[in-house]
């Protein structure tokens, strides 16, 4: 459907836009990973909304595409596993930074 539409070209060359869309950036409060990874169109302008949330699922690892399971993993995993190694007191901090500002952390 999306070759149909001219949203891809044929051959197909990967920009790896989704993963070149991570950034770690600073706020106030800290700092935060960020995802956009918008879909490019064939005139390599972005359409459409994030496309971040629909590869690799939302903060609670939901709102995965359905034909990104499997393929990409989910972002809440790969945090989970990163800090994982970290120092308790950091692990600590961490989760309740995290659950201040509504996302989960087990």
């Given amino acids: ?11 197909y060359v990967r ?5 070149k869309s991570w950034k770690i950036k600073k706020y106030d409060q ?11 169109g064939r005139t390599g302008m972005r359409v459409g909304q994030p496309a971040a949330v629909y590869i690799g699922g939302d903060p609670e690892g939901k709102q995965q595409s359905w ?9 809440a995993n790969a ?9 308790e007191e950091l692990r600590g901090d961490l989760a309740i930074t995290a659950r201040r500002y509504g996302y989960p952390w087990e």
């Fill in 1 to 11: 459907m999306a070759a149909r539409r001219n949203l891809i070209r044929i051959p």
């Fill in 15 to 19: 920009t790896r836009s989704y993963l």
């Fill in 30 to 40: 800290g700092y935060a990973l960020e995802g956009e990874g918008y879909w490019i």
């Fill in 67 to 75: 034909m990104h399971r499997g393929r990409w993993p989910l972002v």
């Fill in 79 to 87: 945090v989970q596993e990163v800090t994982a190694n970290l120092p």
